[in-house]
C-alpha cells in the first residue's frame, strides 16, 4: 500500500514518540521497590532503552509523569 500525502514522515514520527512516552509511563509503573531505590541512587537514564533523541527524552517525560505523585 503506498503512502498517501496525508502519512508523511510527521504523522510516523508522532506515532513513535507517543509509544516511547507510553513505554517510559509503562515501565515506571512496573517497577520494583527495588528497582526505586536504583532509580533514586541512578536515576531513570539506566531503564531507558533508547540512545537517540528525540525518542530519549519523550520516554524521560512519560517515566518521570508517571513516577511522580
Known sequence: MAMSGDMTVTHILAYRLR???AQGRDRAYELSRQDRSHVELCGMEVFNPYSAEPERSVWNEGFAK???P
Request: no cysteine; charged share 15%; glycine share 0%.
Open 66 to 68: 508517571a513516577s511522580s
Open 19 to 21: 509509544r516511547a512516552y
